[in-house]
Each structure stands twice: as structure tokens, then as C-alpha cells.
């Protein structure tokens, strides 16, 4: 009976930590600090977004973490996501049709992309968004926005003095929300 007491104590601390975790974490969601991400969130899903993990996440970060860096963060890796299943809509075919001549070093080192994995290896996001223009997905002054967004995403997570604050956070997605018609 010494074990069964054992494993009985056990399981009640597990069930008082589980309940204590629940609780704290919905104490972290008060209600909205910063009223524009309802906005945004409304945004997406207007534009008909599926995958809205990365952003719902990234707003999150805005809204109850004030971690503005990590919300850029977040919003960039949902573009990309979504750029990457653009590009994977049609099994790759356009992809491979321009690799050979558009992308030599990667045709040299993987043949033709199959796969989402091997599009993730073969292309970073910098390649993944020349791509998007080789592909006619955008015009060259939306890559050169994007672009500059990537560098943004890039300084939010490799710079550890850059000043972000939580409104030029929800800038980057209201500027990325005007983009994301090209990826859908």
C-alpha cells in the first residue's frame, strides 16, 4: 500500500501544479491592452488566412507580452509559411521549371525540390523570397518591400540593441497583412 499512497501523492501534485499553470496563464490574457490587434486579427481572417498559427501567436506577443521583437518574429515565419505552400501549391512544377537557370547552385545541389523539407534546406528566406518574384508572385518593388521587411525580422532577432516598441510591431503587420494576397 506504501506505493499506491506514493503514486496517489504524486498524482495530486501533478493535478494542484496542472490547475495552478491553467490559472496563471489565463490570468496572463486580460483583457486587450492594445485595442489595434483586434484589428489585425480581424484582418487576417478577412483575407480568408487558414494557417494563422504563427500570427495569432505573434499578435499575442503584442497584446499580452509587450515582446514586440519576438511579434516580428513570429509574423515574418507566417509569411514565409505561407509563401512556401504558394510555391508547393502546384507540386513544385514552377519552381523546377526555373531552377535550373534562376537558381544553379541550388539545381546543382538538390536536382528538383519535392518536398516541403527540401524547399526549407535548399532556401533560406532570402532565396525563398526571390523566388516569389521569379515565380511573377509579386512585382519587383513588393519583393524590395518584403525585402526590407526580412532585414526588419533579421534585426528583431540577431540584434540585441535594436528598439523595437509594440506600435512599430503592429506597423510591420499592417504593412505585412497588405501583402499577403500575393501568398494565398
Given amino acids: 500500500m506504501d506505493n499506491l499512497d506514493a503514486i496517489r501523492a504524486v498524482a495530486e501534485r501533478i493535478s494542484s501544479w496542472s490547475a495552478i499553470q491553467k ?4 490570468a496572463s490574457k486580460r483583457p486587450e491592452r492594445v485595442p489595434e490587434v483586434a484589428e489585425l486579427r480581424a484582418s487576417l481572417v478577412a483575407l480568408g488566412v487558414k494557417e494563422l498559427s504563427y500570427f495569432e501567436e505573434g499578435l499575442d506577443c503584442i497584446q499580452y507580452a509587450q515582446a514586440a521583437r519576438a ?8 509569411f514565409n509559411d505561407l509563401l512556401q505552400s504558394k510555391i508547393a501549391s502546384d507540386g513544385f512544377a514552377a519552381l523546377n521549371g526555373i531552377l535550373k537557370v534562376e537558381f544553379h ?3 546543382k545541389k538538390a536536382g528538383a525540390i519535392k518536398s516541403r523539407e527540401e524547399l526549407t534546406v535548399h532556401f533560406d528566406d532570402a532565396l525563398l523570397l526571390e523566388a516569389g518574384r521569379k515565380l511573377k508572385l509579386y ?3 513588393v519583393w524590395k518591400q518584403l525585402d526590407a521587411m526580412r532585414d526588419e525580422r533579421n534585426n528583431c532577432a540577431h540584434v540585441q540593441e535594436y528598439a523595437v516598441t509594440p506600435r512599430i510591431a503592429l506597423g510591420f503587420y499592417a504593412h505585412l497583412i497588405q501583402f499577403l494576397p500575393h501568398v494565398l
Avoid at 490559472?23 to 489565463?26: L, T
Avoid at 511579434?71 to 507566417?78: E, S
Fill in 23 to 26: 490559472q496563471s496563464y489565463v
Fill in 71 to 78: 511579434a516580428i518574429v513570429l509574423g515574418w515565419t507566417g
Fill in 105 to 107: 547552385g541550388v539545381h
Fill in 139 to 141: 512585382a519587383t518593388h
